[in-house]
C-alpha cells in the first residue's frame, strides 16, 4: 500500500514510493522542469525557483504527523511528481499538496498519486482531507471532484477555493 508500481496513459512506468531524504538529490533535477506557473500554483506565490532551505524542509517531515509519495520514472530512477499530506494538529484532518513535472501533466500521474495518497489517509485512520486551490486552477479542481472533494470558496482568501474530502464517503474499492 505504501509502494505501488503503476503505468501511465503512455505507457510510462512508474513506482511511486514514500518520500525519503535522499531523494534531495533528485529534486534540482525535476524542480528545473517545473514551470515557474505551476511552481505558483502549488506554492500560492511567484517563484523563480525553489530553495536548497525549503527542499530541506519539504524532505525532512515528521512521519508521524505528515507522509509523502515521490513518483520516479521506472526506466531512468528521475523524479515525475511528489504529493504530500500534513496532519493537523486535531489528528483527524489533514492538508495535501501535489506538485508534477510540467511536460507529466495530462498523462494520469496526478489522478493516481491523489488516489494514493487517499488511500494512505484511509489507512491511517484520518477523517478528512482538504486542500486550497486557486479558482484559476480548474484541472485540479476538475479533478478533486472527480475524486469525490466537495469544493467551497475559502472564506479567508479571495481567488481560493477549498476542498475536503470526508474520507468516511470513499469506498475502499474506489482506491484500488
Ligand atoms: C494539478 C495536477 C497535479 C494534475 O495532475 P495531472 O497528472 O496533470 O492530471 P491527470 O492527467 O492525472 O488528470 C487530469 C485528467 O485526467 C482525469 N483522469 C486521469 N486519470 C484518470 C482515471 N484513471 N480515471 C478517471 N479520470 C482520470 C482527470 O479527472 C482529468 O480529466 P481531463 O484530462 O479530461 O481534464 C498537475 O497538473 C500539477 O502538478 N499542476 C501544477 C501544480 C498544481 O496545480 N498543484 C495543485 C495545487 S493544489
Same mark, same amino acid.
Given at each position: 500500500m505504501r509502494e505501488r508500481h503503476v503505468t501511465l496513459l503512455d505507457g510510462e512506468k512508474v513506482f511511486i514510493r514514500p518520500l525519503t531524504a535522499a531523494d534531495a538529490a533528485l529534486y534540482p533535477d525535476f524542480l528545473a522542469e517545473v514551470t515557474a506557473n505551476d511552481l505558483r500554483l502549488r506554492f500560492f506565490a511567484p517563484m523563480r525557483q525553489v530553495s536548497p532551505d525549503l527542499i530541506d524542509k519539504l524532505i525532512h517531515y515528521d512521519p508521524d504527523k505528515a507522509m509523502a509519495f515521490i513518483a520516479v520514472a521506472?526506466? *531512468?530512477?528521475r523524479m515525475l511528481g511528489v504529493v504530500r499530506l500534513h496532519d493537523d494538529t486535531d489528528g483527524k484532518t489533514a492538508e495535501f499538496a501535489i506538485l508534477l513535472r *510540467?511536460?507529466?501533466?495530462?498523462?494520469g500521474l496526478g489522478w493516481l498519486m491523489m488516489k494514493h495518497m487517499i488511500a494512505n489517509a484511509k489507512d491511517k485512520g484520518l477523517e478528512i482531507i482538504r486542500g486550497q486551490v486557486l479558482t484559476e486552477n480548474t484541472t485540479m479542481l476538475q479533478m478533486c471532484q472527480e475524486l469525490g472533494f466537495h469544493v467551497s470558496d475559502d472564506p479567508l482568501e479571495r481567488g481560493v477555493k477549498v476542498v475536503a474530502l470526508p474520507l468516511a464517503e470513499v469506498p475502499a474499492e474506489a482506491m484500488a
Open positions: 521506472e526506466a *531512468t530512477g *510540467t511536460r507529466l501533466k495530462g498523462h
